[in-house]
């Protein structure tokens, strides 16, 4: 099943290399997120090309899914990530290797995405040398709220059908930030849709943030996640939602 949910990786820029956004956006530009999804998940998650997750919300004032509308281009562009890659070592004074830290919990899935993420930076991007660490749950979130990361293993599953649930998490200084991307421009885009009194100026700055916070790699969406369940054939009348729990007050049983 379709779930309002997006694995992504949380880049700190407190201080670290990733506070440069070319190096965020080679990063981004060296994932073949087909292949991560096709390959290694091969669970029916797709390829992630916003953070809004396709089926959270139809935008009314254009009638699109908002996650398609704003989405952006999946394809790895290695030529492209390889100059940005350079221009951003300059920029930030790394004159050796761009050693990077990938941090996430010790489920079998967390581990393999990991792996494959050390692997494609490392043949994609040379100089780029990424040590990953897959520990216990609490141990990760210790290691994330106190900013001993370079890239973070997390996601976000929506519990409401409006983009405002994701973008909402991202603005400076919430707790759900914790590689504290901080964009000035971000932030108004996000008050004023808050503050918006019709509907076309909150889903016009919903896209607008959308796209800054892909413009300036706030964070690295990888897949969406699909729900597995395994469904007795005899049950009907479960609704299933995006976003949500599916709902069993009609459900029955046949015979």
């Known amino acids: ?64 899914d908002f996650s398609k509308e704003t989405s952006f281009s999946t394809a790895p562009k290695i030529h492209k990530a390889r100059s940005l890659l350079a221009a951003g070592k300059k920029e930030a004074g790394i004159s050796g290797d761009l050693k990077l830290s990938i941090v996430g919990d010790d489920q079998d899935v967390t581990k393999n995405v990991a792996q494959y993420l050390q692997g494609q930076l490392a043949a994609k ?66 008050e004023r849709a808050k503050t918006a009194d019709n509907q076309t100026d909150f889903w016009n700055y919903l896209r607008q943030a959308e796209k800054r916070l892909m413009n300036q790699n706030g964070i690295i969406p990888l897949y969406y996640v699909r729900e597995s369940h395994l469904v007795n054939p005899k049950l009907s009348g479960v609704e299933y939602h995006v976003a949500g729990f599916p709902d069993y007050t009609r459900a029955t049983i046949g015979k």
């Open 125 to 190: 991007l040379p100089g780029v040398k990424v040590s990953i660490a897959n520990i216990p749950d609490k141990a990760q979130q210790a290691r994330r709220s106190e900013g001993k990361f370079d890239l973070a293993q997390w996601y976000w599953l929506a519990d409401f059908g409006d983009p405002i649930n994701y973008l909402g998490i991202l603005t400076t200084n919430n707790t759900m930030n914790p590689g504290k991307f901080s964009d000035a421009t971000y932030d108004s885009l996000i």
């Open 1 to 64: 099943m379709p779930k309002a949910w997006t694995y992504y990786l949380q880049v700190n820029q407190r201080g670290r290399p990733l506070a440069n956004q070319k190096l965020r956006e080679a990063i981004s530009l060296a994932i073949n997120r087909q292949e991560l999804t096709s390959k290694v998940l091969a669970d029916g998650s797709m390829p992630a090309s916003s953070f809004v997750s396709p089926g959270t919300a139809v935008d009314p004032t254009s009638g699109q």
